[in-house]
């Protein structure tokens, strides 16, 4: 099931770190809520940056351990209202959730570790 490849998984990851940014003044929201999807899109751009794959700049970390970061970053998403105590707003909260699944998703269909190369090649 793992079918999206470095190339594709680098898009993503720049397009999710634009709605992290653009997020809370679109959905509505700022504050606390807004500071955490800044922090977490600069969190995102930097795992990005550095990861050895076509859209890595620095390319010093793993595409493999980009993906067990970023397994964290998808978690954090998906808890961060209720860790930080703002889960009766909706719109930060649903947005937060959106979030959290959307890099949840795009983690379980990419092929960290490149098998689905090897497989072509057989």
Same mark, same amino acid.
């Given at each position: 099931?793992?079918?999206?490849?470095?190339?594709?998984?680098?898009?993503?990851?720049?397009?999710?770190?634009f709605?992290?940014?653009?997020? %809370?003044?679109? /959905?509505? @929201?700022?504050g606390?809520?807004?500071?955490?999807?800044?922090? #977490? &899109?600069?969190? +995102? !751009? *930097? =795992?990005?940056?550095?990861?050895?794959?076509?859209?890595?700049?620095?390319?010093?970390?793993?595409?493999h351990?980009h993906?067990?970061?970023?397994?964290?970053?998808?978690?954090?998403?998906?808890?961060? %209202?209720?860790? /930080?105590? @703002?889960?009766?707003?909706?719109?930060?909260?649903?947005?937060? #959730? &959106?979030?959290? +699944? !959307? *890099? =949840?998703?795009?983690?379980?269909?990419?092929?960290?570790?490149?098998?689905?190369?090897?497989?072509?090649?057989?």
């Amino acid at each position: 099931m793992r079918t999206l490849g470095a190339w594709s998984h680098g898009i993503i990851d720049y397009v999710m770190f634009f709605l992290l940014v653009t997020g %809370p003044s679109l /959905a509505g @929201f700022a504050g606390r809520q807004a500071t955490f999807a800044y922090l #977490l &899109a600069a969190s +995102l !751009l *930097m =795992l990005t940056i550095l990861t050895r794959f076509p859209l890595g700049v620095v390319k010093v970390l793993s595409f493999h351990l980009h993906g067990l970061i970023e397994i964290l970053l998808a978690l954090l998403l998906l808890t961060l %209202p209720w860790i /930080a105590n @703002f889960s009766r707003g909706v719109k930060s909260r649903n947005f937060y #959730l &959106a979030m959290g +699944l !959307l *890099m =949840l998703i795009v983690w379980v269909i990419t092929d960290f570790r490149g098998i689905r190369h090897l497989a072509k090649a057989k």
